[in-house]
């Protein structure tokens, strides 16, 4: 199972980003994928947003209305919509397969900054 971030970086206050995650190794069509953040020096992870094979998605309270989470199964890619980022959202960004609770495989991350 291999999960590959990409799409972060530094942006603005008011700001957006889209993350991506290119999966292989496993059915991807069929798994339930979420992505989560690490705040700075915070040891947990938090559930973000998450979406089922079929598209259903489900969010967390801490970004809901400023996060969508789609995926392509074609491509086997899962992403990450993210608008009017504030300092709070800094954090490194993780793909996970599974969620919101149970997680079976994590990409490396995606370091995301807020900062004017």
């Known amino acids: 199972v291999q999960l590959v971030e990409s799409g972060g970086g530094l942006v603005e206050p008011g700001g957006s980003l889209r993350l991506s995650c290119a999966a292989s190794g496993f059915t991807f069509n069929t798994a339930g994928m979420s992505w989560a953040r690490q705040l700075p020096g915070e040891r947990r992870i938090d559930w973000v947003a998450?979406?089922?094979?079929?598209?259903?998605?489900k969010y967390a309270g801490s970004m809901k209305g400023r996060v969508t989470i789609s995926r392509d199964n074609a491509k086997k890619m899962v992403y990450l919509q993210m608008n009017n980022l504030n300092f709070d959202d800094t954090a490194v960004y993780y793909c996970?397969?599974?969620?919101?609770?149970?997680?079976?495989?994590w990409g490396q991350g995606t370091q995301v900054n807020v900062s004017s």
């Open positions: 998450g979406i089922q094979g079929d598209g259903r998605t």
């Open positions: 996970a397969r599974g969620g919101p609770t149970d997680f079976g495989s």
